[in-house]
């Protein structure tokens, strides 16, 4: 079955620091979402990002977030200055064309340690 | 708005025994309702999901969910535990809608077999 890629598995990075979180989501999809999980805590939604826009966006995704798709295949969270808090594990995720049940395909995520 | 409340986020049953992993979701329209399994340094995967058809779920790996709306419940069944189980269940809800599919996660049970 195709797989969504997400580089790197771990990140570590300063407190302040700007980092880039990487997917390739499935080649034929269209739909694409990160979310993130700290430890302990639920899965929580932070964007969905779908013809070249964000389509939802979550009270997490501040301006310190964004999201790209720079180059048709790659799809980038991108946090500007780190804070503590934003540790976690970061899902991408994404889904063909369709009706709203479609499933969503997960990577196994990036684990972003902010120190 | 939606959410979803897991009960228990631990659960050890011996191989061979039943798995019941409990989920209940409050959703201010009819949900769509997914059941996701993440397995050691995975991503999430799909075991099954209802969206309106038969109330009764069977998904991947011998697991069913039974949709209850006088309940508010959609739980999680397996008849007969097999060591391969061992990873942590999440629950989610999406509401039905044109566009986007975000998905709400309850908290998570972890699953541990005894042989």
């Known amino acids: 079955e195709p797989e969504v890629t997400q580089t790197p598995s771990h990140q570590v990075t300063q407190m302040g620091q700007e980092v880039i979180l990487r997917c390739v989501p499935i080649s034929n999809h269209l739909y694409f979402y990160w979310y993130r999980q700290i430890l302990g805590q639920k899965v929580e939604f932070l964007v969905s990002?779908?013809?070249?826009?964000?389509?939802?966006k979550s009270e997490i995704f501040d301006d310190q977030f964004s999201v790209e798709r720079p180059d048709g295949s790659n799809f980038t969270l991108k946090i500007r200055s780190t804070k503590l808090e934003d540790s976690a594990m970061y899902f991408c995720?994404?889904?063909?064309?369709?009706?709203?049940?479609?499933?969503?395909?997960f990577g196994s995520g990036t684990q972003l340690s902010v120190l | 708005a939606q959410s979803v409340t897991q009960l228990g986020s631990h659960v050890s049953v011996s191989e061979g025994a039943l798995v019941l992993l409990r989920c209940n979701y409050s959703s201010s329209v009819p949900p769509y309702l997914f059941w996701y399994v993440q397995y050691p340094n995975q991503g999430l995967q799909l075991l099954l999901k209802?969206?309106?058809?038969?109330?009764l779920v069977k998904g991947i790996n011998g697991f069913e969910a039974e949709f209850k709306k006088s309940e508010t419940s959609f739980h999680l069944t397996k008849p007969s535990a097999h060591m391969s189980d061992a990873a942590e269940y999440f629950c989610?809800?999406?509401?039905?809608?044109?566009?986007?599919?975000?998905?709400?996660f309850g908290g998570g049970t972890r699953v541990l077999v005894k042989p």
């Open positions: 990002f779908y013809n070249n826009e964000i389509s939802e």
């Open positions: 995720a994404s889904r063909p064309r369709g009706i709203t049940n479609e499933k969503l395909f």
């Open positions: 209802y969206t309106s058809a038969a109330t």
């Open positions: 989610a809800v999406s509401e039905r809608r044109a566009a986007g599919n975000k998905l709400t």
